[in-house]
């Protein structure tokens, strides 16, 4: 089966949506189906990450304010038609974007079209205050594109359920298909070798999260905590790693609660530092802001790279997220927004290495057995395989 693969990600950037991107059409192309791969093209930077039955198409992007969407959908549809002549493809899978070039594509070559959702993007761009008018015209595409969708895949089973709801689309053609990690690059590593690599002291113990930065990660809930936990264990640090538009106000929070030199702010991590980062934790948190998350359930790389690298987790009481921890029992799913409640099991962790270490182990069987990017893939290829016989 030939599939063409459309996205907007620039994978030789870090990033959770390029691992994906990566990673899906890497377990593609290895079980024998081969992909066209299209990709944005906003320089002379290229990221072939393998060769085995990949086909790279990348689109130049032109950056030319409003007009540079018009006519990079304009050169997409171009590009897709012409390979499409060369070798017509069996499905196009299309990650969401603002675009309505895919689903025209598909219609004009009759082809079934699957759409992967990956989250409720209008509510994360209102909370960086995104123009109103740009929030309803994404709604507008969105609503087009999914209503019009032979199949769509959505990372959890809340965001199935409010596409369902807001679009009333058939919840036969919704499937929920959780993101996953890689357990061969997410593994355990020597915690004191990791610290040594990354310049920090080998004796104390760090709670650490790493990820992109953007308000509904909730960092400020660890900044809260964190006073509460260096009064019974004044040996920790706190490792925040990533970069993005709460950066700054983080930063900012803990300064002005006098914590600076408790906290490690390194920026963005290239992705092959990422289990180098996670290994030198004492444990890794997630404290999602309960009231956006909630709402549309979770599918956390994060997580899954916490736990396939075998550290203990704390994280926030949500859906999608409850069920991974307390199945697998590698760490606790509580109220984040108590720092209380957040800095005592915190602590309970940290005075009980024991306990860490039971919960590691755990965590990583549960990755290996239900969480792999290898299993996300095959649960894509079986829902394409339905689509294509409906």
Same mark, same amino acid.
Not at 68 to 77: A, C, G, L, P, V
Not at 245 to 267: C, H, M, N, S, Y
């Given at each position: 089966m030939h599939i063409f693969y459309y996205c907007f990600e620039k994978i030789s950037q870090k990033g959770s949506a390029n691992t994906h991107v990566i990673e899906v059409v890497g377990n593609l192309s290895r079980t024998g189906h081969p992909v066209t791969l299209f990709l944005p093209r906003f320089d002379k930077q290229t990221?072939?990450?393998?060769?085995?039955?990949?086909?790279?198409?990348?689109?130049?992007?032109?950056?030319?304010?409003?007009?540079?969407?018009?006519?990079?959908?304009?050169?997409?549809?171009?590009?897709?038609?012409?390979?499409?002549?060369?070798?017509?493809?069996?499905?196009?899978?299309?990650?969401?974007?603002?675009?309505?070039?895919?689903?025209?594509?598909?219609?004009?070559?009759?082809?079934k079209l699957l759409i992967e959702v990956n989250g409720w993007i209008t509510d994360e761009l209102r909370m960086i205050n995104y123009p109103a008018w740009k929030i309803l015209l994404m709604r507008v595409t969105?609503?087009?594109?999914?209503?019009?969708?032979?199949?769509?895949?959505?990372?959890?089973?809340?965001?199935?359920q409010i596409i369902h709801r807001t679009y009333r689309i058939d919840s036969r053609k919704i499937i929920a298909i959780a993101n996953g990690t890689n357990p061969e690059i997410f593994r355990p590593i020597e915690t004191n070798e990791c610290r040594q690599k990354l310049h920090l002291v080998s004796d104390m113990e760090y709670i650490g999260f790493i990820g992109s930065c953007y308000p509904y990660h909730g960092l400020e809930n660890l900044i809260r905590s964190a006073s509460l936990v260096l009064e019974k264990s004044p040996g920790v640090r706190f490792i925040?790693?990533?970069? #993005?538009? +709460?950066?700054?106000?983080? $930063?900012?929070?803990?300064?002005?609660?006098?914590?600076?030199? *408790?906290?490690?702010?390194?920026?963005?991590?290239?992705?092959?530092?990422?289990?180098?980062?996670?290994?030198?934790?004492?444990? #890794?948190? +997630?404290?999602?802001?309960? $009231?956006?998350?909630?709402d549309i359930g979770f599918s956390?790389? *994060?997580?899954?790279?916490?736990?396939?690298?075998?550290k203990p987790v704390v994280v926030s009481r949500i859906k999608g997220v409850t069920e991974i921890v307390e199945k697998n029992q590698c760490g606790f799913a509580i109220d984040v927004e108590n720092p209380e409640i957040f800095a005592e099991h915190l602590l309970i962790l940290l005075r009980d290495r024991n306990l860490r270490e039971s919960m590691g182990l755990r965590g990583r069987e549960g990755i290996i057995r239900d969480h792999t990017w290898q299993i996300t893939t095959e649960k894509i290829l079986h829902f394409i395989d339905r689509i294509q016989h409906v």
């Open positions: 990221c072939n990450f393998t060769k085995d039955r990949i086909k790279y198409v990348y689109i130049p992007v032109f950056k030319l304010g409003l007009m540079t969407w018009i006519i990079y959908d304009i050169y997409s549809f171009f590009f897709l038609v012409i390979h499409a002549i060369r070798r017509r493809p069996n499905v196009v899978y299309f990650r969401e974007t603002q675009s309505w070039v895919p689903l025209l594509f598909a219609k004009f070559i009759h082809r969105q609503c087009f594109n999914l209503r019009h969708a032979d199949g769509i895949v959505a990372v959890s089973e809340g965001l199935k925040i790693a990533g970069d #993005g538009a +709460a950066r700054q106000i983080w $930063q900012d929070q803990v300064a002005a609660l006098g914590l600076t030199e *408790k906290f490690i702010f390194p920026g963005m991590i290239p992705t092959a530092e990422a289990p180098i980062w996670i290994n030198a934790f004492t444990i #890794g948190v +997630a404290p999602w802001h309960k $009231q956006y998350m909630d956390p790389i *994060k997580l899954f790279d916490y736990m396939a690298c075998g």
